[in-house]
């Protein structure tokens, strides 16, 4: 699947709600299937349905260290149909963040510490769970796509954008 890039109309797109009918087909379970081999293939962490031209709320979430994120939490991957907010705390924490869609570039912004959301399995069966720290911001982070924003809506500066090459090196210079 190709993945869609900032400026396109996609990305700005709110999602659509996958339909009862859908659910426990086997278009959607191939189609899920996919966006978690596009994901792993680009090295992501989180991966929504809008990222890859399909319109419907569907995001995958799978922190696991790696280069860009050593220190993340090892989770497996987990699907979440037609995700909502239910809750979230006040309290912010200020971290880098990258995209798939947003290639080369990274942003520090800062995100609720805490989630709490309702979502539906493949098979459409209602699902509720909290996000802490590291797993809430990837949780943010791919919603963000589903409503129609990325987390350059999020940066408060420019002094609080780097090149991503640019934050590998400090980050490996233990500057970050």
């Not at 994901?39 to 860009?68: C, E, H, K, Y």
């Not at 720290?133 to 954008?161: M, P």
């Amino acid at each position: 699947m190709q993945i869609a890039k900032i400026g396109e109309a996609i990305l700005r797109t709110p999602a659509r709600k996958v339909s009862h009918d859908e659910f426990s087909q086997a278009p959607l379970i191939g189609f899920c299937d996919d966006l978690l081999a596009t994901m792993l293939a680009a090295n992501g962490i989180g991966i929504a349905a809008t990222q890859v031209f399909d319109p419907r709320a569907i995001m995958i979430i799978a922190s696991r260290p790696n280069a860009r994120y050593p220190h993340a939490p090892t989770m497996e991957p987990l699907l979440l149909i037609n995700p909502e907010v239910l809750a979230r705390s006040d309290e912010q924490v200020w971290e880098w963040e990258g995209c798939l869609s947003v290639p080369a570039l990274r942003g520090r912004i800062a995100r609720s510490d805490w989630v709490e959301v309702s979502y539906q399995t493949i098979h459409g069966e209602a699902q509720q769970q909290r996000f802490v720290g590291f797993v809430a911001r990837v949780f943010l982070h791919e919603y963000d796509h589903l409503i129609g924003l990325t987390w350059l809506d999020h940066i408060k500066s420019t002094q609080d954008i780097m090149a991503e090459s640019v934050w590998l090196t400090a980050l490996e210079q233990g500057r970050l």
